[in-house]
């Protein structure tokens, strides 16, 4: 069984960047479809990115051309890089696993087709 354990956020000015880390342990995330989510507080935790295994990526509007993964060699470390983050980016953040090798465009983002969960790690950004 797969683990998965969030790191790197925190507080940042409109404008800035973090890079999210997730850590697999028990296997390595190429055997995965993974995925970032985040949720704010009263909302509904939503999906922001998704890769399959075979490298294929997906991006929700809201993050498109400011957020992309980044992969380590070894399928252990996959992080998300974050860059002119908004107010609005505020969430805690979420990795997720799945055993779909691929998911369609309409299920890519969605939380119920993910299995293996990290606990979170919070973005906060200012104004």
């Known amino acids: 069984q797969v683990q998965l354990v969030e790191s790197g956020g925190g507080s940042v000015q409109s404008g800035g960047s973090l890079r999210l880390s997730c850590v697999v342990s028990?296997?390595?995330?190429?055997?995965?479809?993974m995925a970032w989510f985040r949720q704010a507080p009263g909302e509904e935790r939503e999906g922001v990115a998704h890769i399959d295994t075979s490298g294929w990526q997906m991006y929700a509007d809201s993050v498109k051309g400011r957020f992309t993964f980044i992969q380590d060699g070894a399928g252990k470390t996959l992080s998300l890089q974050m860059n002119s983050l908004k107010p609005e980016d505020t969430a805690m953040y979420y990795c997720a696993a799945t055993h779909y090798r691929h998911l369609t465009t309409s299920q890519a983002l969605d939380r119920s087709h993910y299995i293996y969960w990290g606990q979170g790690t919070q973005v906060t950004v200012s104004s």
């Open positions: 028990g296997d390595t995330y190429s055997s995965y479809s």
